[in-house]
């Protein structure tokens, strides 16, 4: 089975760094990834590691690492906008178009 | 990049209906295709996977009886809520992919009333 651990919560100011953490647990890792969701809306691609370390897009970053079966997104510069719901989701080993979500992070950015 | 385009965005029915929703792929054909099912402030969970050709695969827990899912061409799938009940008002995204890279599409936000 698949088992995906975030916090249910983070708040932060803007300009700010965030980092949101991710554990899982799974029977097949092909690569982590992570989308950004808004109220209402349908999840939207962000960043993904298929191999240990660092990814980084602009002002969002990804980490893993296979052996701790870990990963992290960090925002940086945070904004208004990024206000919103973050999961990581496992990529199916046997079918890479299959993802399992996590949890899922609501970040809430103050003025 | 590819779009996947759902259809309708929006639902309601009255219980003991029936509701299709309709998944495409608009720039690329996808085998496989998969339905996901979100409560409000929950995750996404994967409900099945949707063969172009062969019977759909459901995850632990699917009733696949109740969600019957059609994939009868490589751009089309179809997931139909038989017989809806209140509790199976949930936002319903269907995604598919490149082999590189999975996209969602809008989603259906199912009210049974």
Redesign the interface.
């Known amino acids: 089975g698949q088992s995906l651990e975030q916090p249910s919560e983070v708040t932060a100011v803007e300009g700010a760094i965030v980092q949101i953490n991710c554990t899982y647990q799974t029977s097949g890792f092909y690569g982590l990834s992570w989308y950004q969701q808004h109220d209402g809306g349908a999840p939207t691609f962000l960043s993904y590691n298929a191999l240990d370390g660092l990814e980084e897009t602009g002002r969002f970053s990804s980490f893993l690492s296979r052996s701790d079966s870990y990963g992290y997104l960090l925002l940086q510069e945070l904004q208004m906008k990024d206000s919103a719901s973050y999961f990581c989701a496992v990529r199916d080993l046997y079918n890479f178009n299959k993802f399992y979500f996590g949890s899922g992070t609501k970040l809430n950015v103050k003025p | 990049g590819a779009v996947v385009s759902q259809h309708p965005s929006r639902v309601i029915c009255k219980s003991g209906t029936s509701v299709k929703i309709e998944c495409r792929s608009l720039d690329f054909q996808?085998t496989?295709m998969?339905w996901?099912r979100q409560f409000p402030?929950?995750?996404?969970?994967?409900m099945a996977?949707s063969n172009e050709g062969s019977k759909a695969t459901y995850e632990q827990g699917v009733e696949k009886d109740k969600f019957l899912i059609n994939h009868a061409s490589l751009t089309l799938s179809t997931l139909t809520v038989t017989s809806a009940h209140p509790e199976d008002s949930s936002f319903y995204?269907c995604?598919?992919?490149?082999?590189?890279?999975?996209?969602?599409?809008?989603?259906t936000?199912l009210t049974v009333v």
């Open positions: 996808a496989t998969f996901y402030k929950q995750s996404l969970m994967l996977t995204i995604s598919a992919g490149t082999g590189t890279e999975a996209f969602f599409g809008q989603g936000r």
